[in-house]
């Protein structure tokens, strides 16, 4: 048994390393393409010359003006569209008629590009900050609502007959069967939730605004302050990874949960 443990996590850590190194050659090739005359320096400065802009805009406070602009729309729209889908989701995957009166109107929605949508979010709502908050959600809810449906579409039956042959109510039932089978699902919609709020409303910015990082990407590129813009995608980047991170996070702080799942019906 400590064997395998001893094996899993040299995998895991293995593994780790692996990803750290192929990052690091990745920023090595940044570095080395551009000063050694490969690739136009001008249009793809050295990784050096990003970071320094880096430091100079968080140091001046311009990255966490535009920085806080941007998370504030998709945190917002993200959290609206969790608050909608999730207990939808719930009654759609328990009660099977309802969704299959809904289905059709949901995956015509869901499949109609979102950004596609901006134009006329805009031509309803305005350029104000309604209309960007209303594209991160319309972009993050469908990953939510289809993922939490098809968590409680896939909890054993087994369990839920042995949950229901002990005479427990639906309100443990669901506390204790439905919630914690179907966590995992709906944790992995988040992360693809969370990744489209970010794409759009960094698209939504370069459409219309005058703050958040997807302003700020595209009037350095027509400033032609090309460092400045790169320091702008390499914080979107190391947003997107934290983000994803930090949710992988909470269903690992989660999985208690299944082993109250064990214990609620053996």
Do not use: C
């Not at 460092?227 to 930090?246: D, F, H, K, R, W």
């Not at 909470?250 to 799942?261: Q, V």
Request: glycine letters at 8%; aromatic letters at 14%.
């Amino acid at each position: 048994m400590s064997g395998e443990i001893f094996s899993n996590l040299k995998d895991k850590v293995i593994g780790r390393s692996h990803g750290l190194i192929l990052v690091f050659l990745f920023f090595i090739a940044w570095e080395i393409l551009p000063r050694s005359g490969i690739v136009s320096s001008v249009f793809f400065p050295p990784f050096s010359d990003t970071v320094i802009a880096l430091k100079n805009l968080a140091l001046s406070g311009e990255l966490f003006f535009h920085l806080k602009a941007s998370m504030e729309r998709s945190l917002i729209g993200f959290g609206l569209a969790a608050i909608v889908a999730i207990p939808l989701g719930f009654v759609m995957g328990w009660y099977t008629r309802f969704e299959k009166y809904t289905d059709l109107l949901m995956q015509s929605l869901r499949n109609t590009s979102q950004f596609a949508l901006l134009p006329l979010f805009i031509l309803l709502l305005g350029i104000g900050e309604v209309s960007k908050i209303a594209m991160v959600f319309y972009a993050a809810v469908w990953f939510m609502l289809v993922n939490t449906i098809s968590g409680v579409k896939n909890v054993d039956p087994l369990y839920i007959k042995a949950a229901k042959s002990f005479g427990i109510s639906n309100y443990y039932l669901f506390k204790k069967v439905i919630l914690p089978g179907s966590f995992p699902s709906i944790i992995a919609g988040a992360r693809l939730s969370a990744k489209s709020a970010v794409m759009v409303v960094i698209a939504a910015e370069m459409l219309a605004a005058r703050s958040g990082l997807g302003y700020f990407i595209q009037d350095s590129q027509l400033m032609f302050r090309i460092p400045e813009m790169y320091a702008g995608i390499l914080t979107l980047s190391i947003i997107g990874v934290s983000m994803n991170y930090i949710l992988i996070w909470i269903e690992k702080r989660a999985t208690y949960w299944k082993g109250d799942l064990d214990s609620a019906i053996l």
